[in-house]
């Protein structure tokens, strides 16, 4: 079989932006898959779980990451030079109970999701998984929902992360997911690693033959439809930005109509408003500017969402929220700002200012914001030097994160993240390790090099197995 990967096709695409998830399989044989789980069900037993050291602890698993299946989804998703992240880790299931609704944390939660694709999971079974062996449910089409706007005990709609050994959900990383119950009391596993792509889409990566956004057939979807959004989503995989912007003629009554319903507290109605909005040029960008500094944090943060759709028109007034009193207000802009990348560059003096902000949660959105503006700005490269050295977790991490999609421009930084593999957190030192990889110069190989010489793992050493053979 060919390494080259299987990319995922128009329609696929369609049903991962509408539905967060595809469910898909590799074909390896039977053995290989039995083998594994084998194996997993040996080292859970006498060792525990290996966490982070999932994939160096179990090398067959690094085939199954190889497989052009896997990597093609990965690649359409996204993009060619995606990074996988630093924290993995095994799920073992074997309770006749449901687990929780829950999205995924980013190793703190101070984080503002993005509903556009920069961050996935893949979830993988390497045994058998019927619905009586408790696969992963998943609510379809809820990615980009702050809120569970569904009853916690009350499911209608719910997918399943189901098939045969060697099935993996591939799921935007914000869904809302659980552990269903396991009425057989077989061990099952799931083997969770994440995702992150490490540039903005200039052109479709997937097998792209259409242009135009449509629907998938046949969607069926159990909360909300979400037309307008499904679209920018397309058009940014596609390689644009602010698609929306100026495309619906002044109409006062519609945009007054929007305007209320960005206050909905049902948020999947607010969530449709605030894209609508986005289509209506300088009007559109007053009413969901207004809704910027609102008082209710909700109303806030989704209008965030709207302004980073509308466009470069939308950026004068970011930045001057940039200036707010309100944590929430700043936090809520340098996202959108961020999320506008290269056409917000005259943003960089004000989020430089923002970097000894009080709030460590604006300190760290900043930093991530510098990375997603991109380009070679020695002021983002100098205040993400800064930002390593922050006294907030979250922020040292976000800032090695942002350094790996500065890639060369950052070299300067390079005296810097070797000094962050001596951080106390793990995801500090990993995301320095990743951005001396990205940034590529002899300099920084040479680093990267002896650190991962001197932190060798050996994947076969046990307690039962110290030395020999």
């Known amino acids: 079989m060919s390494s ?13 932006i509408t539905e967060g998830f595809l469910i898909l399989n590799t ?3 039977e053995a290989f898959h039995r083998e594994l789980t084998d194996e997993l069900n040996r080292v859970y037993k006498e060792e525990g779980n290996p966490g982070n050291n999932l994939l160096p602890r179990f090398r067959e698993i690094q085939q199954v990451f ?11 998703v996204l993009g060619p030079d995606y990074m996988l992240h630093a924290h993995r880790h095994g799920h073992y299931n074997a309770l006749p109970s449901a687990g929780g609704w829950h999205k995924d944390s980013y190793w703190g939660y101070s984080k503002m999701r993005n509903h556009h694709p920069w961050w996935a999971m893949v979830m993988y079974f390497p045994q058998d998984t019927p619905l009586e062996l408790g696969p992963t449910g998943l609510m379809p089409g809820t990615q980009n929902y702050q809120t569970r706007t569904f009853a916690a005990d009350e499911t209608p709609g719910e997918a399943y992360a189901s098939g045969k050994a060697g099935t993996f959900a591939l799921i935007h990383y914000d869904i809302w997911h659980r552990s269903t119950p396991n009425v057989l009391g077989n061990a099952r596993y799931m083997l969770k690693f994440e995702f992150m792509r490490t540039a903005a889409p200039t052109a479709p990566s997937w097998n792209n033959q259409t242009a ?24 940014w995989l596609s390689g644009s930005i602010g698609s929306l912007a100026h495309t619906a003629a002044s109409d006062e009554e519609q945009i007054s109509q929007l305007a209320k319903a960005l206050e909905d507290t049902y948020e999947p109605n607010a969530l449709n408003a605030v894209y609508e909005l986005a289509r209506y040029g300088e009007r559109g960008i007053e009413v969901l500017l207004k809704g910027l500094h609102h008082e209710r944090v909700d109303v806030s943060r989704l209008s965030a969402y709207g302004l980073a759709a509308a466009g470069a028109s939308a950026i004068d007034g970011l930045n001057d929220a940039l200036l707010s009193e309100r944590e929430e207000t700043v936090k809520h802009a340098a996202f959108a700002i961020g999320e506008l990348r290269h056409l917000a560059e005259n943003s960089l003096p004000a989020l430089g200012r923002l970097i000894s902000h009080p709030s460590a949660s604006v300190r760290s959105t900043v930093a991530e914001t510098f990375g997603m503006i991109g380009g070679s700005s020695q002021a983002s490269v100098d205040g993400l030097i800064r930002c390593l050295q922050d006294e907030d977790t979250q922020v040292r991490f976000t800032a090695g994160l942002s350094l790996s999609l500065l890639r060369s421009a950052a070299a300067s930084a390079v005296p810097a993240l070797a000094a962050a593999l001596d951080d106390e957190n793990r995801y500090v030192r990993a995301h320095a390790l990743e951005a001396l990889r990205y940034i590529g110069t002899e300099e920084a190989k040479d680093i990267l090099i002896k650190s991962l010489f001197n932190a060798r793992w050996c994947t076969t050493t046990t307690p039962a197995n110290a030395f020999y053979p």
């Open 4 to 16: 080259s990967p299987i990319l995922l096709n128009d329609e696929q695409m369609r049903r991962f």
């Open 27 to 29: 074909d390896f044989p």
């Open 212 to 235: 135009e956004w449509t629907e998938p057939a046949g969607l069926k979807l159990p909360i909300g439809r979400h037309e307008t959004m499904w679209e920018e989503t397309w058009n």
């Open 66 to 76: 190889d497989h052009p299946v896997i990597t093609g989804a990965l690649t359409s």
